[in-house]
């Protein structure tokens, strides 16, 4: 078959589809309706003439033919882009699309870089697109071994194989309880009795019990993926849980969390640029990376 532009959105839309997990998690990264999504997704298996998923109330799910129809469309979605960043480069000008992956609330950090390495891009080049995910830290690494994301922002301390990793910073994590938890007002001369009890939200994020040892108690009546997630368990003032300082700040301010005895229960993770081995053939992609470094504050 021949492919149109029309096709290449459609695969776009599909492969968006397949790393989200099903339609409903598509709607925020594709900005549309989930029958708008649906209908694209019936207009490409027409198209291919070939059922590439099951959907209904037992989930989502690939056919054989969408887990190759997948790889497939992203083998050729990287080669597009590498096609229009060659032609860009052979003009002197950089062109294309800077697809970005970051781990959640880095913007609250003020060391985080990305708001200056895109303006300092942008002024490089008016023909450059911009697209910045935000995901689960282990999705980070997927995107960009993937392909779909040229660079990403994460913490990573297993490194994976065809990846580079750049470190940035270390980013310090505090755990806090809320006000209306125990914790928030008793003496210290309780604390300790009372973290014996206190339940501690389970994350799968780098932030988890095996980094920390730290002995507490996970019953795992509450779990989040994200920092947005576990603020809202720790506010509900029945759990506590780490956070990054920069981020856990805005409620340490006005009043609403406390770290529970700092100088025991904290450590820090480093910050990483992620970036495929092979993406320096691209002078886009060297660009990105070199403002990320460059814009980053230590």
């Known amino acids: ?24 998690a598509a709607e925020s990264r594709l900005n549309i309706g989930r029958s708008t999504i ?26 054989e033919p969408g887990r190759v129809t997948y790889q497939a469309s992203l083998e050729l979605l990287q080669q597009c882009e590498a096609f229009a960043t060659t032609v860009a480069s052979s003009k002197n000008e950089l062109s294309g699309r800077v ?7 880095m913007v609250s950090d ?3 870089g990305v708001a200056r390495a895109i303006s300092r891009l942008k002024a490089k080049g008016g023909n ?6 935000v995901c689960e830290a282990r999705e980070v690494e997927t995107s960009v071994i993937n392909g779909r994301s040229l660079v990403g922002l994460g913490v990573s301390r297993h490194h994976l194989r065809g990846l580079d990793y750049y470190p940035l910073h270390d980013e310090t994590n505090f755990l806090y309880c809320a006000k209306g938890h125990p914790l928030f007002d008793c003496k210290n001369s309780d604390v300790i009795k009372l973290l014996k009890k206190a339940e501690v939200v389970t994350s799968n994020y780098m932030r ?15 779990i989040a993926y994200h920092d947005e997630g576990i ?9 506590i849980g780490y956070l990054p300082q920069h981020y856990a700040s805005y409620w340490v301010d006005k009043g609403l969390f406390k770290a529970i005895l700092p100088n025991k229960y904290s450590y820090k993770i480093p910050v990483v640029l992620i970036t495929a081995k092979n993406s320096t053939t691209s002078p886009l992609a060297e660009a990105i990376i070199e403002e990320l470094k460059r814009s980053h504050y230590a």
């Open 208 to 222: 988890d019990r095996e980094t920390r040892n730290d002995g507490l108690n996970y019953q795992n009546s509450a």
């Open 38 to 63: 649906s209908s694209h997704l019936s207009d490409l298996e027409v198209r291919l003439g070939i059922k590439l998923c099951k959907r209904g109330r037992g989930g989502f799910e690939l056919t």
């Open 1 to 24: 078959m021949q492919v149109h532009d029309v096709d290449l959105r459609l695969l776009r839309i599909f492969v968006a589809i397949v790393e989200c997990g099903g339609l409903s």
């Open 99 to 105: 697809t970005i992956a970051t781990i959640d609330t």
């Open 110 to 112: 003020p060391r985080c």
């Open 128 to 133: 450059i697109q911009f697209e910045v995910n």
């Open 231 to 239: 603020a809202h368990l720790i506010l509900s003032g029945e759990f």
